[in-house]
């Protein structure tokens, strides 16, 4: 698991191709990738990275393993939903909305996004 979560992490990266960034410019405008991986998840990158470290957990199963394995996933969590999703909706407008809506955070259909009004525009998960 953890040299196939590696490996799928490497091949997300690269399916990317000119759109792979580290970190958030605002001002830089990439192209919303949403084919091969991004169709089945729309940050199949973090969820490569959590199942290598969850592969590298079962493998030296300990408090301190867990604990990363645990860290990361909150990581990622906050990292998508306080600074990838707010950056892509600034940028791709009603383009990611849409995306959102069908395609799941992490895994299939588990985190898709729909639009709601409440006095201001706002997305919530609904799955």
Same mark, same amino acid.
Request: aromatic letters at 4%; charged letters at 10%; a positive charge.
């Given at each position: 698991?953890?040299? +196939?979560?590696?490996? $799928?992490? /490497?091949? $997300?990266? /690269?399916?990317?191709? +000119?759109?792979?960034?580290?970190?958030?410019?605002?001002?830089?405008?990439?192209? /919303?990738? +949403?084919?091969? &991986?991004?169709? %089945?998840?729309? *940050?199949p990158i973090f969820t490569a990275m959590a199942a290598s470290t969850l592969g590298l957990t079962l493998?030296?199963? *300990?408090?301190?393993? %867990? $604990? &990363? =394995? /645990?860290? =990361?996933?909150? $990581? %990622?969590? =906050?990292?998508?939903?306080?600074v990838e999703e707010p950056y892509l909706i600034a940028t791709h407008g009603d383009d990611y909305r849409r995306y959102a809506a069908r395609v799941g955070r992490f895994v299939p259909r588990i985190g898709r996004l729909?639009? +709601?009004? *409440?006095?201001a525009d706002t997305l919530r998960d609904v799955s």
């Open positions: 698991m953890s040299v +196939t979560g590696t490996a $799928a992490t /490497l091949a $997300a990266q /690269l399916a990317m191709g +000119t759109s792979w960034r580290i970190g958030v410019d605002p001002s830089e405008r990439t192209e /919303l990738v +949403t084919d091969g &991986a991004f169709a %089945l998840a729309r *940050n493998m030296v199963p *300990n408090a301190v393993a %867990l $604990a &990363a =394995l /645990l860290v =990361l996933v909150v $990581a %990622l969590q =906050l990292q998508v939903r306080a729909r639009q +709601t009004y *409440n006095g």
